[in-house]
């Protein structure tokens, strides 16, 4: 049975697809930071950013000193460094945390898979990195810290910045 968005041509086999599908692509968003006017469809989605952005909350490793904005890296930390990596690599003594890990991983050492720039020389072993290279190079999107000349390619990174060199200022 196929279940039809009412909005677009979109079509899934489960409710539970299209509910996800409606919610993230045709209804308004309607919890917005009173900070920075970032929007998030579920409220606690806004209360996770603003605990990590504006209030400077860490999640920390239980196992070592290691602190991140974000739970997932904290996650994704905990598994790579202290954590036995359950995939490994049949070619080399590489080990990873997840089967996309490992297989990111064959294609770009073992399979030679880049993923070249359309706009100079360079190749990415991974789509995410080819996108990261042509936003900071290519398509000029800089982060500007409000505070000194730094100027960062993603957001985070600004984020970081701010914390680790202004914060006694006005991040904590």
Do not use: W
């Not at 994704?76 to 049949?90: G, L, P």
């Not at 590489?94 to 050492?109: C, D, E, G």
């Not at 020389?121 to 991974?126: G, L, M, V, W």
């Not at 042509?134 to 505070?147: I, V």
């Amino acid at each position: 049975m196929q279940f039809a968005c009412e909005h677009c041509e979109y079509n899934t086999e489960t409710v539970r697809m299209l509910h996800l599908h409606v919610s993230k692509l045709h209804q308004s968003k309607k919890h917005i930071c009173n900070i920075c006017g970032t929007q998030m469809l579920r409220g606690l989605d806004l209360i996770r950013h603003q605990e990590t952005m504006h209030e400077g909350k860490k999640y920390k490793c239980k196992e070592c000193a290691y602190k991140t904005t974000s739970r997932r890296d904290v996650t994704e930390h905990q598994q790579t460094i202290h954590y036995e990596n359950k995939y490994k690599c049949i070619e080399c003594n590489y080990k990873a945390v997840s089967k996309a890990n490992l297989s990111q991983h064959q294609q770009a050492i073992h399979e030679g898979i880049k993923h070249p720039c359309t706009e100079c020389n360079y190749k990415a072993t991974t789509k995410g990195s080819l996108t990261h290279h042509q936003k900071a190079l290519h398509d000029g999107k800089k982060y500007q810290c409000n505070d000194c000349d730094y100027q960062a390619t993603t957001k985070g990174s600004l984020t970081e910045h701010q914390r680790a060199i202004h914060e006694e200022k006005k991040y904590p």
